[in-house]
């Protein structure tokens, strides 16, 4: 694990994965600039963070739950005024979410602060949403 020092001048090269059905790759130099918001400390830190995420936060979805809830989405692109009605257990405290939409199409977005009867560390993601989905009668696209 190299300090920003190390890298200074060398060539990083950055790939997202995405959702696994498409990605990104690109490349960028490190150079050392004397003012700026965009530090290599700072992507770092954000690297870091990212990773810690991937390793012990995601969540394994079965394909036909994603499918409908991208069918969901779909469903409801564009749709004003709208105020999501998926489950909240899948947050944690300290995520922002969107609240709702309303008809001049502006998003609002709430921070979400879990009390002990909201929040569930032992929530089985994929039957809260099979739950969900069963409760609003929600069908995949096949």
């Keep these: ?69 991208l069918t969901e989405r779909e469903k409801n692109d564009h749709q004003v005024p709208f105020v999501p009605s998926q489950p909240i257990g899948i947050l944690k405290p300290g995520d922002i979410y969107l609240k709702s939409i309303d008809k001049n199409h502006r998003r609002f977005y709430e921070k979400f602060h879990a009390d002990d009867t909201s929040m569930n560390k032992n929530t089985d993601i994929p039957q809260l949403y099979t739950q969900y989905f069963q409760d609003h009668q929600i069908n995949g696209s096949t």
């Design 1 to 69: 694990k190299p300090d920003a020092e190390q890298l200074y001048g060398q060539r990083i090269l950055l790939f997202s994965y995405g959702s696994g059905l498409a990605s990104s790759m690109y490349s960028l130099v490190c150079r050392k600039v004397q003012e700026s918001r965009f530090t290599l400390t700072q992507l770092q830190k954000s690297i870091r963070r990212a990773r810690h995420i991937l390793d012990h936060e995601r969540i394994e979805l079965a394909p036909d739950l994603i499918d409908k809830l």
